[in-house]
């Protein structure tokens, strides 16, 4: 449950800022993890599935986040963050997609 305390526009950036950080440490740590032990590459899947759901918490908060408010500034925000979201979540599923069809330890 995302807290309530947080104010709507820290709750908007997070939303904003989350994808891209977590498809950033997936990439990074997949790769580090594929070249140190290519064999335990079923923990990238449990990886890109975790970075996945950090994707769709970030468009649960921004999602929220699309009734008007009182300011545009936190609708727009919440736009560029689904916005965000969905193209970070797609590049994770890629990810994922290319680690199952292509065998890490070829080559």
């Given amino acids: 449950m995302i807290s309530p305390r947080l104010s709507i526009r820290s709750r908007a950036w997070i939303a904003l ?3 891209p950080l977590s498809w950033f440490a997936f990439q990074q740590g ?3 993890l594929l ?3 290519c064999g335990r590459w079923t923990a990238g ?3 890109g599935l975790a970075s996945l759901a950090l994707c769709a918490l970030a468009v649960r908060m ?3 986040l699309r009734a008007p408010h009182g300011l545009l500034v936190h609708r727009w925000l919440a736009a560029i ?3 965000v979201a ?3 979540a797609l590049a994770i599923a890629f990810q994922i997609l290319a680690l199952l069809l292509v065998p ?3 080559g």
């Fill in 17 to 19: 800022l989350l994808p």
């Fill in 30 to 32: 997949l790769s580090a």
């Fill in 35 to 37: 070249h140190a032990a």
């Fill in 45 to 47: 899947i449990v990886w």
């Fill in 62 to 64: 921004a999602w929220s």
């Fill in 81 to 83: 963050a689904l916005t």
């Fill in 86 to 88: 969905a193209i970070f």
């Fill in 104 to 106: 890490p330890c070829a």
